[in-house]
């Protein structure tokens, strides 16, 4: 980005990114890997979310379960809980990812009534209550899920409080996203390399602190400085790259960061566990291997709702 160039909002500058990356956002292999180990994970965890969910074959199913995935994207979340939720509302600041996600739905032959997203942002502070989301429509869900979304949020414990106001009492909010000191670094072949356990996804000028008290980050840091890539074929890479990292606030979370923020968000019986195994990504051009995190906790059963 030249130094001319107007400064996005974080909100725009991930419009401006996944609007451009719709169509390839989970198109390849290792994308589709990724989203296999999360579903199983997530479909292994029902009972960890603490929620009653439908068509489990258990005695404590619900016969409605409302979803709101939020940053829905092309619906990777709304996919994994399908079968155990009723109703689905997904929120994406991206117009290109909702008609995704809505494509994807109306392929299922499911009706809107059913499964469908808009495009919107919960945690405009210019615009706290959008008209938009202030039918009964919008409100007391049994389940709010953001799947790699956290990490684009400005201030996330603002993003857990706007999640859980949109939860009834008792609803869960489900998180999930990567563990600080959790990448590998990939050699050429997609290999991990051994002993390079580290931050490797988003490259910084400035340290990030004890991950902490990222709420007021300066999104200027995580812009993307040329370190000595001169080759014209890195160009493209460079780019998207950079485009990546301007949508990018908090590349990593430690898992006590995740808890606090989840709690003092006023969310209870929090949980954070890691994924075992570390998965292949790719991200701008860069090969590595990354830690997810699951992320869990209740709206309290006694809080009225705000809204
Ligand atoms: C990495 S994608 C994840 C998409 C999907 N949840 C998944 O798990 O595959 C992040 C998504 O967050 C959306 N996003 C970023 N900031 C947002 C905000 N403030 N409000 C709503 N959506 C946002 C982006 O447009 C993008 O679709």
Redesign the pocket.
């Known amino acids: 980005m030249s130094s001319s160039a107007p400064k996005l909002s ?2 725009e500058a ?2 401006k ?3 451009h990356i ?1 169509d390839s ?2 198109e390849k292999p290792w994308f589709a890997k990724v ?1 296999q180990l ?1 579903t199983n994970d997530l479909r292994d965890r029902l009972d960890w979310v603490g929620i009653p969910f439908a068509n489990t074959g258990s005695s404590s199913d619900a016969k409605d379960v409302r979803l709101l ?9 709304s996919r994994i809980y399908a079968p155990y939720v009723t109703v689905t509302r997904g ?4 117009p290109n ?1 909702v008609a995704t996600f809505n494509d994807r739905a109306r392929a299922t032959e499911l009706p809107e009534s059913t499964i469908h997203a808009v495009v ?5 502070k210019a615009n706290p209550s959008p008209a938009q989301f202030s039918g009964p429509e919008w409100k007391d869900f049994d389940l709010a899920a ?4 956290f ?3 400005e201030d996330v414990v603002h ?1 857990a409080k706007c999640l859980k106001e949109r939860l009834r009492p008792g609803g869960a909010l489900v998180i ?1 996203d990567f563990l600080e000191g959790g990448d590998l670094k990939a050699d050429e072949n997609g290999e991990p390399i051994l002993g390079t356990e580290g931050n490797h996804a988003v490259h910084h000028h400035h340290k990030h602190g004890d991950g902490e008290d990222e709420k007021k980050h300066d999104n200027d840091q995580h812009h993307h400085h040329k370190h000595g890539h001169h080759d014209k074929n890195d160009h493209d890479n460079d780019t998207v790259r950079q485009n990546l990292n301007a ?1 990018i606030v908090t590349p990593h979370f430690t898992i006590e960061h995740v808890r606090n923020f989840f709690t003092e968000a006023g969310l209870v019986d929090v949980d954070v566990v890691t994924m075992k195994e570390r998965v292949y990504m790719e991200f701008g051009g860069v090969k590595l291997w990354r830690t997810i995190l699951f992320a869990k906790g209740r709206r309290p059963m006694e809080e009225k709702s705000e809204l």
């Open positions: 974080l909100a991930n419009r990114y996944f609007d719709h956002y989970d989203n999360v995935d939020y940053a829905c994207g092309t619906g990777l979340l929120i994406d600041v991206s990812m919107g942002d919960l945690f405009d953001a799947g790699f979304a990490h684009h949020f993003a999930n949508s």
